[in-house]
């Protein structure tokens, strides 16, 4: 059960709701959002919701009987937008880009993406400069200094910033130069992030865990959201299975699946899905026609160059063209209506 409380509700109101759940044999658990001031009651026993929901200080009662409650749809029906301010918004009725290198590598390379995205209309520039290496001899990213000649020149440019956080300690660093933190698959289910991402009023972008299911991903943004963020985007980049002609397997049934189970936004990895740089393009179109509200993928002026991911990289051309591809598609998909 999810109760929004009335911000007037008074210290002994919220008592007597607590009390009054406990005795139903629900536990009870407060969330403070920027957005909200919540009650979450777990339990499995049947009651009465008009006994409760008449009860002084509440704004709304739903009984969510998902694992996951407020990243859930049967608790907020409309879709959430994200608004990263000037006029850049990932949303349910729109079609995000966000391109970019998988590594940020220098300042002419910055410069040079930031020109092809600025040519190409795209508003949101994704990039590490924490990478999560398979081996720890491999090139580990630009750090933070990196972030902020980054973030001065995307700033410049009106480009929002898209970029993964690896571990608590960077939250507050990365702070006044992140548009979006990006959750690793790596980092998924690293419960200690997640909480304390939720401390942050800024966007998070949480990808699927290497080998988790969907229902795992959204309980990854409850965490977030119960500690006080609601403002998530869920991705799909693909899963681990024993498939092994692709790097991983994009799992588009992911799409419809999210967007019916839950209210957050929907963006979808090709880049790491397939691994397969002349394969991305489809995959991306693919993920527009399955309901993604956006497509995040990788590009470099020379992708051969890339200091990592460069077989999964589009050069600029081919991301001028897929960006072009992603739009039309959507247009057409917004024409499609199956059932
Ligand atoms: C990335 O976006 O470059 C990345 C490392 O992604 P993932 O966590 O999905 O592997
Ligand atoms: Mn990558």
Not at 99 to 106: F, N, T
Not at 202 to 224: H, P
């Amino acid at each position: 059960m999810i109760i929004q409380l009335k911000e007037s509700i008074s210290d002994s109101q919220k008592d007597s709701l607590i009390a009054e759940v406990n005795k139903i044999g629900y536990k009870t658990t407060e969330v403070k959002t920027q957005l909200g001031d919540y009650l979450i009651g777990i339990g499995k026993k049947d009651f009465d919701i008009r006994k409760i929901g008449q009860m002084e200080g509440i704004q709304d009662i739903h009984i969510v009987s998902d694992e996951y409650k407020l990243v859930s749809k049967k608790w907020k029906v409309s879709p959430t937008t994200i608004d990263l301010g000037d006029g850049v918004c990932i949303k349910d009725g729109d079609m995000a880009i966000i391109a970019g290198p998988c590594s940020i590598e220098s300042e002419d390379q910055i410069k040079k993406v930031i020109a092809h995205l600025q040519e190409s209309g795209i508003r949101m520039m994704r990039g590490g400069v924490f990478k999560p290496r398979t081996s720890p001899y491999a090139f580990r990213g630009m750090g933070i200094e990196g972030l902020k000649l980054w973030h001065e020149l995307a700033s410049a440019a009106g480009i929002k910033i898209v970029t993964e956080v690896m571990q608590v300690s960077q939250i507050e660093e990365m702070y006044p130069y992140t548009d979006v933190y990006q959750v690793g698959a790596r980092n998924t289910q690293n419960f200690n992030l997640l909480d304390e991402l939720g401390k942050v009023d800024k966007a998070v972008m949480i990808k699927r865990g290497i080998s988790g299911t969907i229902e795992e991903l959204l309980q990854s943004a409850e965490y977030v959201f119960s500690g006080g963020n609601e403002k998530l985007i869920l991705c799909e980049r693909g899963i681990r299975t024993y498939e092994r002609a692709s790097r991983n397997t994009l799992d588009l049934n992911a799409v419809p699946i999210l967007k019916a189970k839950s209210h957050l936004p929907v963006i979808v990895d090709p880049s790491h899905g397939i691994g397969i740089r002349e394969y991305v393009p489809q995959m991306a179109l693919a993920g527009v026609m399955a309901g993604a509200d956006g497509i995040i993928y990788e590009t470099h002026e020379v992708p051969e160059k890339a200091y990592s991911d460069g077989q999964q990289t589009l050069d600029f051309a081919q991301s001028a063209r897929l960006a072009d591809w992603i739009r039309k598609t959507f247009e057409m998909r917004k024409g499609f209506e199956l059932l």
